[in-house]
């Protein structure tokens, strides 16, 4: 379809976000309902379950990109896309302000695109609480770029110890893999790091075996903490086997160029602070609020109290407003920030806005047609207007019954390296947790089945059996 020419009948929706919020909405709406306009710096959906596997090039980035374009050509009435942050929501004027952060940019008049609706899907950003040094010093993990910044960063680190004349303190320094934060992203981050490091790495380059390690630093008694107790011990029994050293009740409080200083509590209780040198420093400790969701919520007063992101009702409807709805990361409805929420939300959104616009499509007939019964010239066409009313007001009641969002959890899955994941799996026997190699074959499979597209889907198992039958690609681009 072309570029949309806004349509004055129909209310304008904007959606900012192509994550897995915005995007699940995006499949399932139907778009001729509405003027739809898309904004987000990201003209592709990430599958984020597959980033941390992109960091030592056991799949390459783009086989779990999927260019949003592709998602709009297959929709019925075309929707507007416009690669650009929004920078503010103005609640009250119902206008989003955008900028093009891109090297290209375009000659526009304006900044602003106006909405009747609006969805907030921008997702959260890397959470450092202050930490001073993280963001001049780590690696985080969370979009493409980050993962192609570790892959060169890992490679640069294990070049340079065997460059001339490495004093053995440096050698152990750059070889030192430190990974902050013990939840599902800095978990599985070291396990693929160490798979890296066992299958490939030490092969290519022996002269790192001595030295090559991988750290993982926790603050609170253990990592995987949404996890039962069982696969938390499973998860720390299999990295003392892959030889990653896991430090629980570190909490670190400073970040330089070259260590980190942590503060951990011994078994006597005491405190230490220790400084712990790094080549690589990769930093996973959650999620924080994004600036323009920030701003938005310091416009409405029953966000006031809210710290976390954007408080919903059971609709999804942002608290204290009629007209924006939140899904995924930046909303608050007492799910964790998953993309099985995300996901699950925005689907739902797409339901109910497709069932408003057929409200209001009844509505219309209806009140057309009670004038038809008013000026009907017989009784017989008066009885049967009124029987098309009858049916067309059973169909209304139909279709306003849609109940409210529900999530339905389908399970937590976790890689932990050397071909083992760990599972929550809620829907096969009541609570059901498993972990080991028939787990990670159902975690591979799982995954690929929830690849976006066919495509993505060859393209990952093309990069599974490249990295089985060459290794892994070690070249720093
Ligand atoms: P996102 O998917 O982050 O999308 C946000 C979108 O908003 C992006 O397109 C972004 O470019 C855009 N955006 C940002 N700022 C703006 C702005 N100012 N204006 C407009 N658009 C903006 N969850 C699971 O359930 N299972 C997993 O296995 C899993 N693995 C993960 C692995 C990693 C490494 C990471 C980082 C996360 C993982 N998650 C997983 C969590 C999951 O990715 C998130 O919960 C999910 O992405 C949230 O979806 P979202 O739509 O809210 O945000
Ligand atoms: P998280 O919030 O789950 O974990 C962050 C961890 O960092 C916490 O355990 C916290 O105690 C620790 N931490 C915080 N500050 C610290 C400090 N200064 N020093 C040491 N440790 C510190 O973050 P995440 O792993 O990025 O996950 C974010 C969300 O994405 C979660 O909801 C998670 O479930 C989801 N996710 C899921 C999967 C999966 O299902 N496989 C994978 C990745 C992410």
Redesign the pocket.
Known sequence: ADQADPDSNKKTLVILGTGWGSVSLLKKLDTENYNVVIISPRNYFLFT?LLPSCTTGTIEHRSIMEPVRNFLRHKKAAVTFYEADATKIDYEKKIVYINDGSDVKGATSSNEVPFDMLVVGVGAENAT?G?PGVREHACFLKEVNDAQQIRKRIMDCCETSTFKDQSPEEIKRLLHMVV???????V?FAGELQDFFSNDLKKWIPDIKENFHVTL????PNVL??FSKQLIEYTEKTFKEETITIRTK???KNVTDKYIEAESTGPDGKKVLEKIPYGLLVW????ALRPVVKDLMSQIPAQKDSRRGLVVNEYLVVKGTENIWAVGDCAIANY???AQVAAQEGAFLARLFNQMARTEEIEMELKHLSHVQEVAPSKEKRDEVFAQIKDLQRRLRRVKQMGPFEYSHQG???YIGSEKAVADISWLTGNFATGGTLTYFFWRSAYLSMCFSTRNRILVIVDWVKAKMFGRDVSRE
């Open positions: 379950p609480f930490i902050v934060g013990g939840g599902p992203t800095g599985e630093v926790e603050a609170l903490p949404m570190t909490t670190v996973a400790t959650g999620n964790a920030p998953t937590s899955l976790a």
